[in-house]
């Protein structure tokens, strides 16, 4: 599968953002996704994670509350909301998918993904 990040930008803080995730290729029964970020001089981290079969959702306790992950079926794509966003929030965003459908202890995990899209910047102003 071949994955396309895209709706990345610069926003004030305070100001949301919709980032998508467009998969493409084969297409899995029973999956993981996620969304990744990095910032200058950090480690990538993980975001928000979601799964097949009504897994829930998942999210780092960075974002809580201001963001939120979702899939359109149809359209073989996922999203990233992001809202009151800080500029602490600055960074490269990765979204990730697995065939395997993960258990939450290991949705978090960058070595549970095995496609990866190109990454999206996202910039937020104070």
């Known amino acids: 599968v071949q994955l396309q990040a895209s709706g990345g930008g610069l926003v004030q803080a305070g100001g949301s953002l919709r980032l998508s995730c467009a998969a493409s290729?084969?297409?899995?029964?029973?999956?993981?996704m996620a969304w990744f970020r990095q910032a200058p001089g950090n480690e990538r981290e993980f975001v928000a994670a979601t799964r097949s079969g009504g897994g829930g959702s998942f999210y780092a306790d960075s974002v809580k509350g201001r963001f939120t992950i979702s899939r359109d079926y149809a359209k073989g794509t996922w999203y990233l909301q992001m809202s009151s966003l800080k500029p602490e929030d600055t960074a490269v965003y990765y979204c990730?998918?697995?065939?395997?459908?993960?258990?939450?202890?290991?949705?978090?995990?960058?070595?549970?993904?095995?496609?990866w899209g190109q990454g999206t910047q996202v910039t937020v102003s104070s």
């Open positions: 990730a998918a697995s065939a395997w459908r993960w258990n939450s202890g290991s949705l978090g995990s960058e070595s549970s993904y095995e496609a």
């Open positions: 290729g084969h297409t899995w029964d029973r999956y993981s």
